[in-house]
């Protein structure tokens, strides 16, 4: 019989460890954290894009990666004469243009692009088609059309100044061209755009260069066309625009 003042045992231990009391204890779950809600992808600028092009402009490049980079914005092509081009960026006609220079500048972004070579476009049995390449002095005596949209303004010396009126525009020389009276000069993107099989053209070695940009009014530099020149300057469609 035990001893009414002995102590009484205490908890069992397994071990060494005594058993908790609330070990059998659910813990209780965290709350989701909250994620912040997703933006709405923007909608694309409302379009078209409006790009005027002179004659003889090959944009084909930058026009197929606008379809991959702005597939619900179409882009349109607005034929310009080289005559109207600074009008048509003056009266909004088109949101940017690949021009010709010289153009007056005044209130217009412009980015050089490329420089054309100058060619001679003979007839095809013409005896300047003996040699690779032309210099002005190979034109003496020849009759040099001068075409009334003519934009390089070569003074050729000692060639023959036509008697009849000038054609209006370069496909119109070349016309005459191969009827076998005289000689046209113009950038190359000219004469491939009327290439004849009855003329044939040249380079001219030392003729002036015939450079082509982009332009479009500073006060008119809308998201299409930032994302039009970044495309023209090669930037990829995840490039800043700096």
């Keep these: ?18 058993l908790k009391a609330n070990a059998a204890k659910k813990k209780t779950p965290r709350p989701p954290r909250a994620t912040a809600p997703v933006a709405p992808t923007p909608a694309p600028p409302p379009g078209p894009f409006r790009l005027g092009v002179i004659p003889g402009a090959t944009p084909g490049k930058w026009i197929d990666l606008w379809q991959q980079r702005m597939p619900h914005t179409p882009l349109e092509l607005v ?72 934009v390089l303004h070569i003074d050729v010396p000692g060639a023959v100044i036509p008697d009849f009126t000038p054609p209006d525009d370069a496909g119109q020389a070349i016309e005459t061209v ?20 009855d003329v044939a053209y040249r380079p001219l070695r030392d003729g002036p260069l015939s450079p082509v940009a982009l332009a479009w009014p500073v006060e008119a530099t809308t998201e299409l066309v930032e994302t039009f020149v970044g495309i023209v300057r090669g930037r990829t469609a995840h490039s800043s625009r700096g």
Excluded: F, W
């Design 1 to 18: 019989m035990a001893k009414s003042g002995a102590p009484r045992p205490g908890p069992r231990r397994q071990g060494n460890r005594p």
């Design 79 to 150: 034929p310009l004469l080289v005559a109207d081009q600074r009008a048509a960026l003056d009266a909004a006609s088109v949101d940017a243009a690949i021009v010709r220079r010289p153009i007056d500048a005044e209130g217009l972004h412009v980015i050089p692009l490329y420089d054309e070579v100058p060619v001679v476009v003979c007839d095809a049995e013409s005896h300047l088609t003996a040699a690779e390449d032309l210099t002005l002095a190979d034109l003496a005596g020849e009759i040099v059309i001068t075409p009334l949209d003519d």
């Design 178 to 197: 191969a009827a076998g009276v005289g000689i046209v000069i113009v950038p190359m993107s000219l004469a491939r755009l009327h290439q004849r099989r």
